[in-house]
Each structure stands twice: as C-alpha cells, then as structure tokens.
C-alpha cells in the first residue's frame, strides 16, 4: 500500500552533521522517479539549526515532530562529540527516535549517525555498521551492538546502518531498490551520475590509495563492457581494451571500483538480469542468455547468492510495484 503514495522521509540532522551525509540522503531519495513522479518526500528536522563539518549552518525546516508520521528516518553522521566520544545524546532526540521505530518507522543511519543509534539503544543486540575510522572507538561505547565494521552496510531489516561516506550512496540505492526494484534504483543513480550497485558485503576502502592519474583509467573499459554484457567478455580482452597489461588493469581496476574485474563484471550481470525480470516477461532462460550468465541454473545460483531469492520469487516481488505505482 505504501507504494502507491509517495513515502515519507525523515532526515534528522543534529549537531556536527557531516554535511555529504546530509546531501546523500535527500539527493538519492528525490532522484526517484517513476513515470516522473517522485517516490519519496524527502523533508529535513531536527531540534534546532546546527552546525555542519563542512562549516556553514543548517537550519531544518521541520522540528522532531516530522519522526511521528515518517516511514523512513535517515541519520547522517556527525562530527566527534557527543554520540560518537561519550555516548551523550539528547533526550527529546532518543525518544523521538524511539517511539519512530517502535511504531515500525524504517530507521537508517550514514556513517557515524550509526552512533546515534546506538545511543538510543536501537542497535542493542544488532549488527550494524559505521565509518571504519572510528569503528574501534564507536565499538567500545556501545559494546551491545554486533558490529561488522569491514563491510559497506548492513541490511537489518527495519534497522539498516552504512560505512562512511560514499557507502551512504550505496545504502540509500539499495533502500530504493527493495521499495521500487532495479529499474528505478538505477534511474536514480543514472541521475546523481553514480554507480548503480555496490553489493553491502563488499569491503571498505580503508586506507586505499588514490589510483595513479596517468591518462588511462578502466571507465572507457567499463563503458564498454556493459554494451556487452551478453557476450563471454574475458580479463584478457578488458586489459587489451584498455591497453593495459592484465596485472596493471586488475590492479587499477580494483583502486578505481573497490573490486576485481571479474566480480564486477559478474554483479553487472546480475543487475542487467534483475531488471528483466522486472521490466520483461522473458523466460528465465531468456533472462540468463541476455544479461551474460549464460544459463537459468547460473542465474538462479548468482540471484540467491546476491540477494537470496529465486528468479520467480524476485519477480513476482517487484513486478507489482512498477503496475501499480504509477
């Protein structure tokens, strides 16, 4: 039912808001679209105007009161202090945050927001993630929460939490891929200029260099890649591409991406085969042959280990959706 209106988001911004964090949430959220219509109203609260780290002022034009009626509240990170030092947080906040999710609101945090959480005792018992950076710090505040502190984000189901920064990206597209499907997902991130898939079990960036700006970087390969994704594209052939011997491309690959060519290559064909099956009525064999995994046994093994269900089951979830969301 929820689908068929425009859904609710909260954005709670408190003091030392990491102002990407901010930015993330209400850009990914407002970027989908269905028929050119948006799916989420995307409003910004909190209990006053507070201070960014990018260092100008935030003023919300909504108080905590926008928790009460919101389906989905997005914490973004904070500076140090507070949540993320001593584990201080104010008390109109924890009980706004509270009652949101014991009245079954979505809860999300960015990055340090996961400390925010924690705070307010919303991750007791839970696995959660945040910014690597301040893991260990964040970790011994709120020994409670099962922290995973190696990987993107964490999916929890009523309580999703990311890494730092541009995992709050991946986070946000993941969200508007289980409410809308894929084909929306990747408008979205077609429209921020972003990539459309990083899987949350995929590692941090932790302490990794910036590639090497020579002139040549693999985004022409990628670019053509993907034009060929029904076609048996080897390492081989995407080093040759992009004039690069195979251990320098595979290198310079996982700097730029976070991952191997060939698991790249495989998630892309995975999310090719998603969206058939949302947007088509081709026949799972169909669906295989044409997104490059060659056949509906690779399929259906490749689809439950990214996302855990079955073929049919993905598209009887998601088709319903885009018939009756317009």
């Known amino acids: 039912m929820r689908k068929n209106r425009a859904m609710k988001v909260a954005v709670l911004i408190l003091e030392g808001v990491v102002a990407f964090d901010l930015g993330t949430a209400t850009q990914v959220f407002r970027a989908a679209r269905r028929d050119g219509r948006r799916l989420y109203d995307v409003r910004v609260c909190g209990p006053g105007p507070v201070r960014s780290t990018a260092g100008f002022t935030v003023t919300?034009?909504?108080?905590?009161?926008?928790?009460?009626t919101a389906d989905t509240v997005v914490v973004p990170g904070v500076d140090d202090g507070t949540t993320v030092t001593d584990g201080s947080l104010r008390d109109d906040?924890?009980?706004?945050?509270?009652?949101?999710a014991a009245?079954?609101?979505?809860i999300v945090s960015i990055c340090?927001?996961?400390?925010?959480?924690?705070?307010?005792?919303?991750?007791?018992?839970?696995?959660?993630?945040?910014?690597?950076?301040?893991?260990?710090?964040?970790?011994?505040?709120?020994?409670?929460?099962r922290w995973n502190l190696d990987v993107l984000f964490v999916d929890d189901g009523d309580v999703l939490t990311s890494a730092g920064v541009g995992a709050g990206v991946d986070l946000c597209l993941h969200i508007v891929r289980a409410d809308h499907g894929a084909e929306v997902?990747?408008?979205?991130?077609r429209r921020c200029v972003l990539p459309p898939w990083r899987d949350g079990g995929q590692a941090q960036f932790i302490e990794r260099p910036v590639p090497h700006s020579e002139g040549a970087n693999t985004a022409p390969t990628r670019a053509w890649t993907l034009d060929r994704l029904t076609e048996p594209v080897s390492l081989e052939e995407m080093a040759e591409h992009a004039r690069m011997s195979v251990r320098t491309f595979t290198r310079r690959f996982r700097e730029e991406t976070g991952t191997s060519?060939?698991?790249?290559?495989?998630?892309?064909?995975?999310?090719?085969?998603?969206?058939?099956?949302?947007?088509?009525?081709?026949?799972?064999?169909?669906v295989a042959r044409r997104s490059g995994l060659g056949t509906a046994t690779a399929l259906r093994q490749h689809l439950h280990a990214a996302i855990g269900v079955a073929p049919s089951t993905y598209r009887r979830t998601f088709r319903q959706p885009a018939q009756t969301g317009s």
């Open 103 to 106: 009245r079954g609101a979505r």
């Open 185 to 189: 997902a990747n408008s979205a991130a």
């Open 93 to 100: 906040v924890r009980v706004a945050l509270r009652a949101a």
């Open 60 to 68: 919300p034009d909504h108080d905590l009161s926008l928790l009460e």
């Open 261 to 286: 060519p060939r698991q790249w290559l495989l998630q892309q064909r995975v999310a090719h085969a998603q969206v058939l099956l949302e947007s088509t009525d081709l026949g799972v064999e169909t």
């Open 112 to 145: 340090t927001g996961a400390s925010v959480l924690a705070a307010a005792g919303l991750l007791d018992g839970r696995p959660a993630a945040t910014h690597w950076a301040w893991g260990e710090e964040i970790a011994a505040l709120y020994p409670r929460v």
